[in-house]
């Protein structure tokens, strides 16, 4: 399980040229789910995601985590973490989870992040999402369970 975490002051997912989702100051949570992950993994990179600590204390350094800002959490299905990168110049996707499988766990993952935390927005799985973003920093970090 992979999720790209883009620390952000808007981001915005557009479906069809409809605004579906959209947070300000907080995370930009890109997830991509690997053949063999599973709802604990998924339930312990949530407590990664809201604990790690991206955002800057009163002394500038990077000490707060989105929870402790009270930030937001746009969540966005990331088919594409999951290629193979390492041989050629075409990505595999063996490694990554079928879409019949991932969908329900993704699903899942949301309602629980939904319950843990306060602000929470969500791309929706599988469709053709245009993602918005200003990236604060940048400050990106990619975590990989």
Do not use: C, W
Request: aromatic letters at 6%; hydrophobic letters at 50%.
């Amino acid at each position: 399980m992979k999720a790209l975490l883009q620390r952000v002051s808007h981001a915005s997912v557009d479906i069809a040229g409809e605004r579906v989702a959209e947070i300000d100051n907080g995370l930009l949570v890109f997830l991509g789910l690997d053949a063999n992950d599973d709802l604990a993994l998924g339930n312990r990179m949530l407590d990664k995601i809201l604990a790690y600590r991206m955002f800057a204390d009163a002394d500038g350094r990077m000490n707060r985590s989105v929870s402790d800002i009270g930030g937001g959490v746009l969540l966005v299905s990331q088919f594409t973490l999951a290629a193979e990168t390492r041989k050629g110049l075409r990505p595999g996707f063996s490694s990554a989870m079928a879409p019949d499988v991932a969908e329900p766990l993704f699903q899942q993952l949301l309602e629980n992040l939904r319950g843990r935390h306060a602000v929470v927005a969500a791309g929706r799985f599988g469709a053709d999402m245009q993602v918005g973003l200003t990236n604060d920093g940048p400050v990106t970090f990619l975590l990989e369970l």
